[in-house]
């Protein structure tokens, strides 16, 4: 069956894969990558003589395969917890790529998930694609060599390439919540209330843990969806505000999870104004393992929430959070589209939103600079015209010859 120009649904995507969980052999490996469209392959087989750099054998020797160039974001998003979910799995997650010493018990359905290396942009991500090929060859030959029969799926958390609408291309303005119409939320806010009236709001499109670099913990459902979540620690003050998440059994291996978000409202006289900052998130896992993250660029108006594309552990996003404990090492926060507000909400929404975004991106930087060059080219220009002076004395031919002197 052909799928291209088609995205694939979640419940698509249910059917597609009942053959995987109907077989008699349930042994299931899933390569999951940060982000990847199939975009990725096409655009570098042109740098790889127009061949696709994605060759595994796997794929070209196995009995049936699937190749699916869309898929809902949604749907790969919660295809770890669906797999959970959809019979009784024993998860391994394999951090170290070497199978030597892996146990697997043939008597029960296994479930290994291999978190690969993030891609890099631009060429490097050819050379990255190459070596995640490696990796995946080596370690499904690894185990057939043991003899385990099993069945292989490649996906991403998320695209890294998403096409823009035709309708909005032409607005060049902040897509916030707070303004935004076109995109419609496919699920509201978090909130909590103190009294009869809200005082925290909170949402993400994407909400996800790593701990120790394997296990990976998508907390997106639980928190908007399903709202499987204790909020009763929060706290609302006029001057500080904890918003408080409790998990019960989010993973495997993690019986309790709780993370604090903590805000302050302070009065900053070089604005002449108040401001609320995000001044630390706190992650306790169990209820002894405490980690402590600091927290850049996460500010805006009391009046205002905070709105921004990407905030997370990686040095690659506009807000950050600095571990500042060792427990906090060992987790990797990711939060997209973050719109958070803990003070002095109004009708139940959110205020208009003060973006993490600079005013001069780096666009507009080179644009100034190219101008200002210009600028400076036409005023020198002018003024060396300006200096030109024309003859005050002419040569006469019916007289003798004009001579100059050298000092003239």
């Known amino acids: 069956a052909l799928h291209e120009g088609h995205i694939v649904s979640a419940q698509e995507l249910n059917v597609l894969l009942q053959p995987v969980f ?33 060759q595994n054998e796997i794929l070209q020797s196995s009995p049936s395969s699937l190749v699916l160039p ?50 890099l942009t631009g060429f ?7 070596f995640i090929d490696n990796i995946i060859g080596r370690l499904t030959m690894d185990l057939q060599e043991k003899g385990l029969h099993f069945s ?9 390439r998403i096409s823009r609408r035709n309708d909005v291309m032409w607005k060049l303005r902040r897509q916030l919540m707070a303004t935004e119409e076109e995109d419609s939320l496919s699920y509201p806010p978090l909130n909590v209330t103190a009294g009869n009236d809200i005082c925290i709001l909170f949402y993400a499109r994407n909400f996800s843990l790593k701990a120790n670099n394997s296990v990976f913990i998508d907390l ?15 706290e609302c003050s006029d001057n500080n505000t904890t918003l408080s998440l409790k998990y019960t059994k989010p993973m495997n291996g993690i019986s309790s999870l709780e993370i604090r978000f903590l805000m302050t409202n302070k009065f900053y006289g070089g604005s002449a104004r108040n401001w609320s900052n995000l001044d630390s998130v706190e992650i306790v896992q169990d209820g002894e393992k405490f980690a402590k993250f600091n927290v850049s660029v996460i500010s805006a108006p009391a009046e205002y929430s905070f709105h921004c594309q990407l905030v997370g552990t990686s040095n690659l996003y506009p807000a950050r959070l600095i571990p500042s404990n060792n427990e906090a090492k060992n987790w990797d926060v990711l939060i997209s589209r973050l719109q958070i507000q803990g003070f002095n909400i109004e009708n139940n929404q959110f205020s208009y939103a003060s973006d993490c975004t600079g005013f ?30 024309t003859n005050s004395r002419f040569d006469d031919p019916k007289g003798p010859a004009l001579s100059v002197s050298q000092t003239e």
């Open 152 to 160: 292989v799926i490649y996906t991403a958390v998320r695209p890294s």
């Open 22 to 54: 109907t077989q008699s052999s349930r042994n299931l490996i899933l390569f999951l990558q940060d982000t990847l469209s199939i975009d990725d392959f096409t655009y570098l087989s042109e740098s790889y003589d127009n061949k696709n750099p994605f």
């Open 70 to 119: 869309a898929v809902d974001c949604e749907a790969t998003r919660y295809l770890l917890h669906f797999l959970q979910e959809s019979g009784d799995w024993k998860l391994t997650n394999i951090t170290d790529l070497d199978v030597s010493q892996l146990q697997v018990n043939i008597s029960k359905p296994n479930l290994l998930v291999v978190q690969l290396q993030p891609l």
């Open 220 to 234: 997106t459902n639980v928190t908007f969806v399903t709202q499987n979540v204790d909020i009763s620690s929060s």
């Open 360 to 389: 001069f991106s780096p666009g507009i930087w080179m644009a100034l600079v190219t101008s200002i060059v210009l600028l400076w080219i036409l005023a020198y220009g002018i003024h060396m015209i300006m200096q030109l002076t």
């Open 124 to 130: 490097v991500k050819l050379y990255m694609l190459l």
